[in-house]
């Protein structure tokens, strides 16, 4: 079940019933939901800022991101400065006139000069609940330290990383099949509604109070890199799981298996002993069990290299169909 928590101290912001002029930031699909909250607000939309196109694929051709592309389908004006640091850039942003700025995963940093344009400031909406996981990949980070719960907050940002008072939050458990992936989407569509929330209830000239985060409990979300993805077996079965699906879908678990270098795209963590770690101690039709630090890792679906997800039967079939 998710609960809504509304603050009920510090400050406070309202519009008084006025009509308000909206700035949408954000760069990812966890961005879209909000973006058609906002949309669907009964506010102006007047501008999406989004980063800058990058290359994308195997042709390295351009790409839109996914605010962009939404954002054009919708009829709004798109701004895609290389940084909001020039001052150019916050002139064009000013000239938008905007009451309200609303951050999603836009990926720039916002100084202080373009935090006080809007007449309401900048509100963001992030995928934890603030102060643990601050930073850039809260959602991973949640799961890779077994947390049973997470959610989003909605939050009036100021010029410390995620440091703002909280607006409203939402909660939601993170399930035992959770994965990056999984939870992702979940807090997308529980961040755009409580962004919806927050925005209806402005717009209909109430008071929403802002309460200032803990002192205590702050952790810091590092953004993922790579090589944590690559599975040491001495760790425990339960900390190797968190990471196989913490890492689902980018940038995905990989460990050697029987002397082979595989992605792993699904696996648990059972009781069990037997073997040096990283050594296979049973199999079956549908999986496989290693060895680890303590307990067992059983593995059900994995990736060759240059070839696609597949259950673990397929890779024992492929294994004893090879040439000696």
């Not at 990058?54 to 004006?77: C, D, F, H, I, N």
């Not at 399930?175 to 569509?189: F, I, K, N, Y």
């Not at 890792?297 to 240059?306: A, N, S, T, Y």
Request: contains cysteine; hydrophobic residues 45%; aromatic residues 4%.
């Amino acid at each position: 079940m998710v609960r809504v928590r509304v603050p009920n101290h510090l400050s406070r912001i309202t519009t008084h019933g006025l009509a308000m002029r909206l700035v949408f930031a954000g760069t990812p699909e966890f961005s879209v939901p909000s973006l058609h909250a906002c949309l669907a607000s009964g506010a102006e939309v007047v501008a999406a800022y989004t980063q800058p196109d990058r290359p994308a694929g195997r042709g390295r051709k351009l790409g839109e991101s996914p605010v962009k592309q939404a954002a054009r389908a919708a009829g709004v004006a798109v701004e895609q400065p290389l940084t909001l640091r020039d001052k150019d850039a916050r002139a064009r942003l000013a000239a938008h006139a905007p009451d309200l700025m609303i951050v999603v995963a836009y990926g720039l940093i916002l100084p202080k000069s373009v935090l006080a344009i809007p007449r309401l400031g900048c509100w963001n909406v992030h995928a934890s609940l603030l102060p643990r996981w601050r930073g850039a990949a809260p959602i991973q980070r949640a799961i890779l330290a077994g947390d049973l719960e997470t959610g989003v907050d909605l939050m009036q940002m100021e010029a410390g990383l995620d440091t703002g008072p909280v607006l409203l939050e939402a909660r939601t458990p993170i399930a035992p099949c959770d994965t990056g992936g999984s939870l992702h989407d979940r807090l997308a569509v529980l961040g755009a509604a409580t962004l919806a929330e927050g925005l209806a209830r402005v717009l209909r000239g109430e008071t929403l109070a802002a309460t200032a985060q803990r002192e205590d409990g702050v952790e810091y979300a590092h953004k993922l890199d790579k090589a944590e993805a690559r599975l040491d077996w001495n760790q425990s079965a339960r900390q190797l799981e968190r990471k196989v699906r913490a890492f689902d879908p980018w940038p995905v678990a990989e460990a050697v298996i029987d002397g082979e270098r595989l992605r792993i795209w699904s696996a648990e963590a059972i009781a069990g002993t037997g073997g040096e770690p990283g050594c296979i101690v049973a199999t079956s039709r549908e999986a496989i069990d290693i060895a680890t630090g303590d307990g067992l890792l059983r593995v059900r679906e994995v990736q060759r290299d240059g070839g696609r997800r597949i259950a673990v039967r397929d890779w024992l079939n492929a294994r004893r169909k090879a040439p000696a």
